[in-house]
């Protein structure tokens, strides 16, 4: 470590002026530690503290003023010990420090002993001494949406060509907005942005990709939330990344959603979080056969935004070697796409997708809404469903194909992507997409051999079937009214006696609760739980796993069936009570981004599902160990989990699958439901579909 010093000493103290307002990795490495519960609330009565490389004593203040800081109090030590401990032992347990670890503080030393997890502030004199660095954090911005760049909190970093500057509020150091790719050309595949000499601004959201009246087509942004940033250019020590792409059906969602903010992962946890924007709906997803659209542009990003992470990434402490991409919803598809994407293959180590659609053909029955999701259309198909009636709506009616498209081309974005017709549908392309569906059936060179993770939110189809608009009086017509089917089919499938009926006396609520069920299992569980299957069984995948979380908050909610009945104890909702889980309520479970905390097994599952998810980012599955927790502190989290015998283990498709359920007991460890269909699908995969 003492070299670091030197050149710290000798690039930038003897520059300090000019530093000092524009902090910057180039003489330290530098960790934000915050040890945080999840609980927003309480964030008030935590603070952080920022981690430098060694520096002697006569310098170690003048290495926090970089950051606007000053060395790190004993008061503030004595009156935050427990924080304290628990960030200083996690730093001890990833060998980031002896297991017995000087440090400087303000006017003097702490000791921090791993093997009695204690503190303590010894007398030591000597000027040779150099000992890494404990500076205050006083930035109190806790969420997305009040963190703010601000003369004080800033950070410079140099990557690759460029220089960013982004800021850091009390969780992580976050960079917002960083452009991964040029400007890009309406229907042309997106490439690497291409500046260079540029100082970033990465201090605000970029623009979302146009949609519903608002956006615009320069939107290949990307955000990035990190713990660490190290000194340029060690690559030593990075730390595993998850790459979110969000959901929205193709047509709407940007990478700057508060849901997807990887603010409290990057502390929680110690990733790298990162967002991006890819493009949607006509703008993104247009082909047109026989010419020179032919479609995935949104695809094309998701690409190129990961080549942008690996050849960056490093510079913001992300290792580019262990990148996790995770999605939901549509994001979940496009996970499905790159898992069998030959550019994209290689570029990933490991594969979460949260609620992916599909259904119909997969399954050998008819399709419905969801089965362009996992089955992808050819582009001639897909130019029946949205080609010549986008022209049209846009006026573009020239007799010849080149002159509509030149008349396409001119059209507004805004308006295009609000046309009553718009293209939002994965082509194979024969480049980005070459098979009509990812290959599971055997182990093959086309599909990502990497851990896997697909799974549900238990009532995902509950936001894709409609609650009866009038009370019925029977499950008959409850089912007909829920998911516009005849008479005759929702007779056979009651008379199936795959769909239990749940009678709490309120016929329509418990009709649509067996809707809820077969829409939930032809547009999700069928098609996740087979990909899983089919892939443990054919060793596709490296390892798969499912999951199905019946704890969840809001989400996608057309049918006003999500929120957990109200009360005056539980004005948020009492999650003991029924609700459905629907359509990306799960969210802010895994992504640690829950901000109402409706009973306190909520804080609890957020801790816990968020934990499974990371530890798979880091480790490739989802059990963290006990040493980690108990590094951590995380003690709450082993006290519920480890109730009755060992830690609580999300299985392997070769083992039962499991369900998350809180409080986690013995009795609540139970399997998840099967997919209704499932003999059939599994059949169908391992059958190569026949
Ligand atoms: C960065 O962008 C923000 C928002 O546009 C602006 O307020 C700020 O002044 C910019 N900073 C610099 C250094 O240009
Ligand atoms: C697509 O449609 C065109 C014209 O309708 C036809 O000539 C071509 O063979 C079709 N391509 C495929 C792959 O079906
Ligand atoms: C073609 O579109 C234009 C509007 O852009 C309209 O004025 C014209 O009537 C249309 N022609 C036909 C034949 O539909
Ligand atoms: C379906 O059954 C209901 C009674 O449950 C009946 O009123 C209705 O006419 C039937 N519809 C058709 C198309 O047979
Ligand atoms: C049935 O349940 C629904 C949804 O909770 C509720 O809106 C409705 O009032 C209930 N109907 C009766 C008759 O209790
Ligand atoms: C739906 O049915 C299941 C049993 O299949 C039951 O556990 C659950 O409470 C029901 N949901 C609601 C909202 O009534
Ligand atoms: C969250 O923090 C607040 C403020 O410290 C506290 O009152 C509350 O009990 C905490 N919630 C849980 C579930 O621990
Ligand atoms: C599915 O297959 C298993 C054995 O492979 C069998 O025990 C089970 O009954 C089947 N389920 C259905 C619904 O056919």
Known sequence: MAPRSSIWLASCLSVSLSIATSPSNFGSSVTLLYQNNLNVTDDPNHVGFLMLDEFGENDAGAACEIFNEGLLPKSVIESHSADIISSLSYVAWAGRADLFQLYFIDEGVLGYNHLTQQLSFPQIIDPELKLPVLCTQSDTANTPGNAKATTTNQIQIASGKNTYVGFRN????????????????????????SGTGQTINATEYGSQCA??????????????????????????????????IHGGGFTGGTGADQLSDGGNLASREDIVVVTINYRLSTLGFLAIPGTKITGNYGISDQITALEWVIENIASFGGDPNQITINGESAGASSVRVLLGSPPAIGKF???????????????????????????????????????????????????????????????????????????????????????????????????????????????????????PTTPVTTQLDGIVASLGVSNSTAQSIINSGLFPYHDTGNVTLDSFNVSQRIATDIQFRCIDQATMYAASQSDAFDSSYFYQIDRTINGYDPNNVGVAPKSAAFPNGNPKLPYFNVHGADMPFVLATLSTIRDPNDLFAQQVISGYFAEFVKSGQPNPSLSYLRARGYTKTIENAVTTGPWLEVQGTQGPIRRLDFPATADSFVDVPQCAFLNYSLSYYLDGGK
């Open 170 to 193: 009390q969780k992580s150091f976050r960079f917002l907005g960083i452009p991964y790719a040029n400007v890009p050309q309406r229907w042309v595949y997106s490439n690497l942005y």
């Open 349 to 467: 180590q490991g594969a979460i997708a949260m609620s992916n659609l599909g259904g119909g053909v997969d399954l050998g029955i008819n399709g419905d809404y969801a089965t362009t999701y996992s089955s992808y259309d050819t582009a001639n198909f897909s130019f029946s469903q949205a080609g010549q009636q986008i022209f049209q709506e846009a006026g573009c009616n020239q007799t010849v194909l080149a002159d509509k498209i030149t008349c396409l081309k001119a059209y507004p974005a805004l308006k295009l992507v609000g046309l009553s017709t718009v293209a939002r549908y994965v082509v194979q392309d024969g480049h980005y997409v070459n098979t009509e569906e990812l290959n599971v059936v055997e182990r093959n060179p086309g599909t990502a051999h990497v851990p896997v993770i697909f799974g549900i939110a238990a009532n995902d189809g509950a936001s894709f079937s409609t609650y």
């Open 211 to 244: 949609q519903g009246g608002s956006g615009s087509e320069n939107c290949l942004f990307l955000n990035i939330q990190t713990p660490y940033i190290p000194l340029q250019g060690d690559t030593s020590d990075l730390r595993p990344v998850m790459f979110w």
